[in-house]
């Protein structure tokens, strides 16, 4: 191609040449300089007791990890862990769908640091889809202050299709979380329905969210969350919704009177807030350490602790036999073939269950 100011009446202009492709990759980079070095047990074990959050985030997706050989590894953790554990209060959120549980964890988060100190966990469990098995994973985008002060710790995980609104290690995460100094842990259930209380199951105070207009007092005749939790809040009690929430509060306070007294002899308060404009924040803490001295004198705490782990020993048992039926390469085969039969109507699903289930006894002997 011919460049006129390449001529010599042009003088001093000179075209350079053009410069070829160039790699997408950088060729100075090493390879698998970034590679991340495998912690062992030992090494989790001193970064959690150091308060490292980073380790603790790792230490935490070990344990929710189904890998076999990650569960060895995070059961090693967890139980050198455990001595460790067990010195901080546990409060459990719940609440339904849209009830402003994310947006009050943040305020709550931020007055308990502020007033009490010490060290916030939040473990926010947000609901996987049945269809695609993901989550959004995005609780944490609504604790804008909390997400950013020093000494608290945030971690959403997938509840995985467990029930009771809880995530299927949230237990074993908790005495993680505990042993790396957090002497105060939150849990955010999915919004939960009228059943699902496992929460209940592995906290010291159980916080029931609420919202004006979702309840009478037919609520006291139903059993289920209302009878679980050591106190309700309704939350949204700002502008012109002051009259209808205060209305609900005498309501829920109703429904309370038909349950029977619970274990602990303590009387389920219900109070009003607003999460978004942070009022009542403080009589809400009130209540709550108020029911943690309650229980501590009288001794029900000790109690309540003691028969979560009962609990929990049996939903580990349960846990391990499922994962290890479905595990077991015999059972695999033969679940395709149970699977298609009663796709076709050549038996029952009872029936097929229980020959699989027969089939899995005579394995064992």
Sequence with gaps: MEHPENSAEFEGLTVNSGVGPVSIVNPYLKRGRFARRQLTAGDYVEGILRGDVSVLGQAVTLVESTNPAHQVIAQEVIEKCLPYSGKSIRVGISGVPGAGKSTSIDEFGIHVLKEHGGRLAVLAIDPSSERTKGSILGDKTRMEKLSVHPDSFIRPSPSAGSLGGVARKTRETIILCEAAGFDKIFVETVGVGQSETACHSMVDFFLLIQLAGTGDELQGIKRGIMEMADGIVINKCDGNNVDKCKLAATQFRNALQLFPKPESNWEPKV?????????????????????????????????????????????????????????????????????KSVLDGQRSSFVAAKQLLDSYFALLH
């Design 271 to 339: 109070l009003t807030y607003s999460g978004f404009y942070a009022i009542g924040i403080k009589e809400i803490w009130d209540m709550i350490y108020e029911y943690i001295d309650f229980v501590k004198k009288n001794g029900y705490f000790e109690f309540r602790r003691a028969e979560q782990s009962k609990y929990w020993m049996y939903e580990s048992i349960n846990e391990q036999l499922r994962n290890n039926f479905y595990q077991n390469p015999t059972i695999a085969d033969l679940l395709k073939a149970a699977e």
